[in-house]
């Protein structure tokens, strides 16, 4: 159930993106500091793991989880040495060309997938050794 909630959100998200992309004017100057998609498919991929988390915290208030959220993005952007402002414009650039968005969250989708089956595998494991 806890992983059909998870592709279910995931989707949500990726749908979201999708959906910014529609609405935006396409902006054809790549901007000097655009995050290369590799790096930016990463990026995603542990700001979608923060938001999973923070949903878990199940923290009463708006406000908590935003700053629950905000450290943990912050902890993200330093982990790969890159700014709030280049990755609001390198992500505001790729949601105007859907085809490498689409790219981009295939990576994000792949590797979720990738981590999800990871930590099943080490539950089961850890289950099976206590038993």
Not at 21 to 28: I, R, S
Not at 50 to 72: F, G, I, M, P
Not at 100 to 129: H, P
Request: aromatic residues 8%; glycine residues 2%.
């Amino acid at each position: 159930m806890h992983r059909n909630r998870f592709q279910h959100h995931l989707w949500n998200l990726l749908l979201s993106g999708w959906l910014v992309a529609a609405c935006t004017a396409p902006e054809n100057k790549r901007p000097a500091n655009l995050i290369d998609e590799n790096k930016m498919a990463d990026i995603l991929t542990e700001v979608h793991m923060a938001e999973a988390r923070v949903s878990r915290l199940s923290l009463r208030s708006v406000d908590s989880s935003n700053v629950a959220y905000k450290h943990l993005e912050s902890q993200i952007f330093k982990k790969f040495g890159v700014d709030t402002a280049t990755y609001r414009t390198s992500y505001i650039f790729y949601s105007s060309h859907p085809i490498d968005m689409e790219a981009i969250y295939k990576q994000v989708t792949d590797s979720l997938k990738k981590k999800t089956e990871a930590k099943s595998v080490n539950t089961i494991a850890k289950n099976s050794k206590h038993s």
